[in-house]
């Protein structure tokens, strides 16, 4: 069932971002979002995770900023009683139109989805930036599989999209180690190239490329 402006959407603030095709494991304790995500499993829909501009995540309820991304639940256990792990993977971005706080400090929002960045030619910028990204993931899925044992979380979904300017943009932007400000400036840009392009700068700055 696809999100709709009439609906009431619950959001999960955080101190970090979920970018679209992105893969954010989270660790759920209090009441408030453990009832929520039960309820989302069980309905199959997702939830809207969005980074805080004010408040913290835990306790009273935080201030979002108005641009996040809907996070569907592809993993679950419960290791003790209270406490979920879940695995989520980003899909679209959303708006927030307007929110309410339930009596459990639950935020809900009314969202409008925002269109996918269009398919674009990323050059010779999408050349470097993909080709160290890919010896980056080739790095951490081979530390993965080796510790399979300990059930190690894969940090990016398949399929692998190198040649797609908004993966690739979208994959740097979880990994670089910049100001949550930063990143959700990142996230809330429509032009992929123009993201792209603030990626490989900060690469350049990190000495990565």
């Keep these: 069932m696809p999100v709709t402006t009439d ?22 304790f209090e009441t408030r979002y453990v009832d929520m995500v039960r309820e989302r499993m069980k309905a199959d829909l997702p939830f809207g995770v969005v980074a805080i501009l004010s ?12 641009v996040g991304t809907l996070a569907a639940i592809t993993e679950w256990d419960m290791p003790e009683f209270g406490v979920l792990l879940i695995q989520t993977r980003g899909g679209a ?8 706080t339930l009596p459990n400090k639950l935020i809900e ?19 470097v930036c993909s080709k160290v990204l890919q010896v980056v993931i080739d790095d951490l899925q081979r530390r993965a599989d080796e510790r399979d044992n300990e059930q190690v979380i894969k940090a ?19 990994m670089l180690p910049i100001a949550l400000e930063e990143k959700q400036q990142l996230l809330e840009m429509t032009d992929p190239n123009l993201r792209l392009q603030t990626v490989q700068r900060y690469l350049k700055e990190n000495r990565i490329i």
């Design 93 to 100: 971005r959303f708006k927030i139109l307007e929110t309410r």
């Design 55 to 66: 408040g913290a995540e835990v306790g009273a309820a935080a201030l979002p900023h108005e």
């Design 109 to 127: 929002a009314r969202v409008a989805l925002m269109a996918a960045d269009p398919v674009v030619d990323g050059g010779e910028t999408l050349n």
């Design 156 to 174: 990016f979904a398949e399929p692998f999209q190198f040649g797609d300017v908004t993966w690739v943009a979208n994959r740097w932007c979880e």
């Design 7 to 28: 609906q009431w959407l619950p959001l999960f603030p955080l101190n970090t971002l979920l970018f679209p095709d992105g893969v954010l494991p989270l660790r759920v």
